[in-house]
């Protein structure tokens, strides 16, 4: 909990750890079956942020009968339930209770050898940093709320969010990273932050390399920006330096405030070729070297 980790790690043998996480939320789109499989996907990642292995997971339900049909309840189950069996993990439970708005999510438990746990504070001097899901995702739900989302910015939001980091996490495990987080709610630059500030390191991160939903920029233009996502920036401004070159629409995507996103890998500058082209092998949404990790300033993040 002190570096801010995906999830939390129990040592049962020398061989096994428990990794367990737990997230839900309220729907971010409409159809109940695609936040289902949303919800899942997001709660599932914090555990191949780790490189581990999500072996159960009970659900958690927020309903309101009165208001809502019952099969609204079952098509986000059952969204649900289809990404965890992707996963190769099972639904063994849950709970739900009586709320006014429907909320969603799963608590995970996997397993970890604990030699390959893959923290978020163990990046290196020297390392590349790799992401593998394009960025613009809160965006593109604020706009999809606002009524101005393309049918097809909204196919490339509900793919990414629904994308599982499996592939990804295999990939990174298969190679041996250094250091490893997921970015969600902190957005790109929050959680680039924990892992410079938990690794004692600087992070210079290529600001043209960055992976973006296209849609993304023209929503952001528009104003369609989370609130989440101004106070993200707002939250990193005294360890971010923006080269003045970087635009104000360029900060607030790279603050976005997202759901569901990619794996931000701490690669050995060495081995940064193999993984691009493991993770391209493997479909991944994207596998883009975005940046590099410098011995000093810690904590300190510069945007070029
Ligand atoms: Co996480
Ligand atoms: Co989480």
Redesign the pocket.
């Known amino acids: 909990m002190d570096t801010a980790d995906?999830a939390g790690v129990y040592q049962l043998t020398e061989d096994i750890a428990l990794i367990q996480?737990v997230?839900f939320f309220t729907p971010i789109v409409d159809d109940p079956y695609t936040f289902g499989q949303i919800a899942a996907a997001n709660a599932l990642s914090?555990i191949y942020a780790m490189g581990g292995k999500p072996l159960t997971v009970m659900n958690i339900v927020g309903f309101p009968p009165d208001k809502l049909s019952l099969s609204v309840l079952g098509d986000i189950l059952r969204g649900g339930a289809d990404k965890v069996r992707e996963a190769g993990a099972v639904v063994v439970g849950g709970h739900s209770v009586q709320d006014p708005e429907p909320k969603y999510g799963l608590s995970v438990t996997g397993i970890i050898h604990p030699k390959k746990v893959r923290a978020n504070s163990t990046a290196k001097d020297g390392d590349r940093l790799v992401l593998t899901k394009p960025l613009g995702i809160g965006i593109i739900t604020t706009a999809i709320k606002a009524g101005v989302a393309s049918q097809e910015a909204i196919d490339q939001a509900v793919l990414a969010m629904t994308t599982l980091n499996k592939d990804a996490a295999e990939v990174m495990q298969e190679i041996g990273v250094n250091a490893c987080t997921d970015i969600?709610g902190f957005g790109l630059l929050g959680h680039a932050l924990e892992m410079a500030k938990g690794s004692g390191v600087g992070l210079r991160l290529f600001a043209d390399c960055i992976p973006v939903i296209e849609e993304a920029w023209e929503y952001a233009d528009l104003g369609a920006i989370p609130a989440g996502t101004r106070a993200n920036l707002e939250h990193v401004s005294g360890q971010v330096v923006f080269h003045p070159k970087i635009t104000t629409g360029q900060r607030l995507m790279f603050a976005d405030a997202i759901t569901s996103g990619g794996l931000l890998i701490s690669v050995p500058a060495e081995k940064t070729e193999v993984l691009v082209e493991a993770l391209n092998k493997r479909k991944v949404l994207a596998a883009a070297v975005i940046g590099e990790v410098l011995e000093k300033p810690a904590g300190k993040i510069f945007v070029v």
């Open positions: 995906d996480t997230d914090d969600t």
